[in-house]
């Protein structure tokens, strides 16, 4: 029996896993109390205010500190700047990225990489099995229809 080999763990990766799990808990509760702001009544909307201003202000905290560690990892810091450059990719987007996409937090490579490396050699294709007969397999097979006179060497 082979013991199954790991990779060694990306503590930054890790860390950075850790914020992100605690900005989406935030973020639910946030939505959450909003939700329930809007049918409470007059005494309980004003808690459910407070509470929402503190969430506010706690997801901002979160997201200032996402943003001061993948600045301070110079490895997290070149990936997400390169994110960064695609369309439509904001900061939060690059750090789920950077935290759950194991190809992108190893230290040996940036940016993507050739398939052969990620699925292993390219084998070339194997014919199909098909049920058409050999004739309707071959290049000058017509597809029936009007413009063709049928097509079909025999009958199926």
Not at 113 to 142: E, Y
């Amino acid at each position: 029996m082979k013991p199954r080999l790991h990779r060694a763990r990306d503590e930054a990766a890790a860390t950075l896993r850790e914020l992100l799990d605690y900005r989406r808990q935030i973020s639910d509760q946030l939505v959450a109390t909003g939700n329930r702001c809007e049918l409470a009544g007059r005494i309980l909307r004003e808690r459910l205010e407070i509470l929402r201003a503190l969430l506010a202000t706690e997801l901002e905290q979160t997201d200032a500190l996402i943003k001061t560690h993948i600045h301070e990892d110079d490895s997290l810091r070149t990936k997400a700047t390169r994110l960064r450059e695609l369309q439509g990719a904001g900061p939060v987007l690059a750090a789920t990225l950077l935290a759950y996409v194991p190809e992108w937090t190893r230290k040996d490579r940036i940016g993507p990489t050739r398939r052969s490396d990620r699925c292993g050699p390219i084998r070339p294709r194997q014919r199909a099995a098909t049920s058409l007969p050999t004739c309707a397999r071959r290049a000058s097979f017509r597809a029936p229809g009007p413009l063709h006179g049928g097509g079909l060497c025999h009958p199926m």
